[in-house]
């Protein structure tokens, strides 16, 4: 369970990246140590954000890296669409999968 300071963090943090104009996302999943309760004092925020495949350029992954500069530079953005969501769901070694258990997140909803 997040702290509250990283609740409000979080909070913050999907507040900014909805703001991006162009991008709809359709999850924005806090993942890593801030998103389960464990993190320590230099432990950034790591986000999973779902875009449309369309919008999964590398234009949009650095308007949202920008979105977020208010949070002094202390989150990391994982920008994926459902195709790569779809092509690693077989993997055994799923980075995504991995990321959204450790979160308490189911995956498939997503793709």
């Known amino acids: 369970m997040p702290t509250s300071a990283d609740q409000a963090r979080i ?17 924005i999943v806090p993942v890593g140590s801030r998103a389960i309760g464990t993190a ?10 779902l875009l449309p495949d369309a ?21 990391d953005v994982l920008v994926y669409g459902p195709r790569r969501v779809a092509e690693w769901s077989g993997l055994t070694a799923n980075p995504l999968r ?5 979160a308490g997140r189911p995956l498939e909803p997503l793709q």
Do not use: C, K, M
Not at 98 to 102: P, T, V, W
């Open 11 to 27: 909070q913050e943090a999907e507040r900014l990246i909805r703001a991006v104009p162009h991008t709809h996302p359709i999850a």
């Open 40 to 49: 320590r004092p230099d432990s950034d925020l790591d986000l999973v954000v």
């Open 55 to 75: 919008e999964v350029t590398r234009e949009n992954w650095g308007a949202l890296y920008r979105a977020l500069t208010p949070l002094n530079g202390e989150v």
């Open 98 to 102: 991995h990321a959204f258990e450790i």
